[in-house]
């Protein structure tokens, strides 16, 4: 008598694949989601801790501020100095040092608390990135940083002694009585212009993110680069002298090629990112 066997169950796939398939969240993901009001919360959170951070560094800076107007005019009392004038500046308002003083203590606070400002934003934003973006949002906030700051140095201790010589020039029958609050107002203008201007790799970088501009498209208009690079030196160094106009456009120039250097390393991760094997599920 044989016995009968019972046909053993056909394998289920899907309990085959669950082994294989466990999905485990990486850990580049973000942390979890937030509400909208939850997003709110935290942004006035980051805003009151940055605007209590620029108070405490505005108490600060008002302290700094004297010994700051020493260093700031030292360039000016330079300039009227080699044009043998009078080394002095003055204010035409009974409360025009006061309010320097309190611009100052403002700028200072601002720059004092930049740090912790960074830092703030970071944190609100940071959540929502993955591990990679953190990475890449900490070198772009650290350039950024660093160009402004070389664009402020090199206004100040290059640009601006040119510049104040050049306009210091112009006598004729009178003498200039320079109000401080006005020559503040200049060198503020000149050295946020060149802070400015040293951000081009920067700004370059997001055309290149957008897919706006390419490094082949940089070299390729090079020749109009320089026409503008030409016309921006003009400007910085209104100065007959052909010298310094030819060092601020080198200075220029190089940051150009900088900026095809990034072009062309945010165009090729891209190019590889799109060439990557897609992973079956």
Do not use: C
């Not at 403002?106 to 912790?116: E, K, R, T």
């Not at 934003?121 to 953190?134: M, Q, T």
């Not at 109000?179 to 370059?204: A, H, K, Q, R, T």
């Amino acid at each position: 008598m044989t016995s009968r066997t019972t046909p053993s169950s056909p394998p289920d796939p899907v309990s085959e694949l669950l082994p294989n398939t466990q999905i485990t969240p990486p850990e580049e993901e973000a942390t979890g989601a937030m509400t909208f009001f939850e997003h709110l919360s935290e942004l006035r959170k980051r805003i009151i801790n940055s605007l209590i951070s620029i108070a405490v560094g505005a108490g600060i800076g008002w302290f700094v501020a004297p010994h700051f107007v020493n260093w700031i005019t030292k360039p000016m009392l330079k300039a009227l100095a080699q044009a043998h004038l009078d080394q002095k500046l003055v204010y035409t308002h009974p409360a025009g040092y006061l309010n320097l003083l309190i611009s100052l203590s403002v700028y200072l606070g601002l720059v004092i608390a930049s740090p912790w400002i960074l830092y703030q934003i970071w944190l609100f934003v940071a959540p929502a990135l993955y591990k990679h973006e953190r990475s890449a949002i900490t070198g772009f906030l650290f350039s950024t940083v660093f160009l402004f700051l070389a664009g402020i140095a090199f206004g100040y201790f290059v640009s601006l002694p040119y510049v104040l010589r050049f306009l210091i020039s112009f006598q004729g029958p009178v003498v200039p009585l320079i109000s401080i609050n006005e020559y503040f107002d200049l060198i503020l203008m000149i050295l946020l212009g060149l802070g400015l201007v040293f951000e081009l790799p920067i700004l370059i970088f997001f055309l290149s993110v957008f897919g706006i501009v390419t490094p082949k498209f940089l070299i390729k208009n090079f020749r109009y680069a320089i026409l503008v690079i030409a016309l921006l030196a003009a400007i910085l160094t209104p100065t007959p002298d052909a010298t310094t106009m030819l060092v601020f456009m080198a200075i220029l120039v190089a940051l150009y090629f900088v900026g095809v250097a990034v072009s062309w390393v945010v165009v090729r991760r891209r190019e590889r990112r799109l060439a990557a094997p897609v992973e079956a599920p």
